[in-house]
């Protein structure tokens, strides 16, 4: 057995799941514009906004699903959503994080300011 047969590589054919309902609820953002965004921004090949028919982007509501036959990172998903949040300056309240029910499920919540201030008074 060779050294790296034993090593795991990338998932091969995975769906991730970027959960909004949230702060589209709020009206905070528009999850057409982070499809959009997102669609410029995934890089296929080292090339951006070329994704080809290895990914594909989907939108339902208020949720995008990215389906891929080849390598995808999860983490990269996460790190395009930050970007696209910071740009839309309401990073500094919403956080991307995964869901406790599906792994596979990113989701924007906002951030707990109420514990926050409760905990520094003690």
Same mark, same amino acid.
């Given at each position: ?12 054919? @995975? %769906? !991730? #799941? ?5 702060? @589209? ?11 959009? !965004? ?6 296929? =090949? ?5 994704? =080809?028919? #290895? @990914?594909?982007?989907? $939108?339902?509501?208020?949720?995008? #699903?990215?389906? *891929?036959? =080849?390598? !995808? *990172?999860?983490?990269?998903?996460? +790190?395009? %959503?930050?970007? +696209? ?5 309401? $990073?500094?309240?919403?956080? @991307?994080?995964? *869901?406790?029910?599906? $792994? #596979? ?18």
């Amino acid at each position: 057995m060779s050294r790296t047969a034993g090593l795991k590589g990338k998932k091969k054919g @995975v %769906t !991730f #799941t970027i959960d909004c309902s949230k702060p @589209v609820e709020d009206k905070i953002m528009d999850i057409a514009s982070l499809e959009k !965004f997102l669609q410029e921004r995934i890089k296929v =090949g080292g090339k951006a906004g070329a994704l =080809g028919e #290895t @990914v594909a982007l989907t $939108r339902e509501k208020s949720k995008i #699903t990215v389906t *891929s036959d =080849g390598d !995808f *990172s999860k983490r990269y998903l996460k +790190y395009l %959503t930050k970007k +696209y949040l910071k740009k839309h300056n309401v $990073r500094d309240w919403l956080r @991307v994080i995964a *869901s406790n029910k599906d $792994r #596979t499920v990113y989701e924007l919540r906002y951030f707990n300011i109420a514990e926050n201030e409760g905990e520094e008074e003690d």
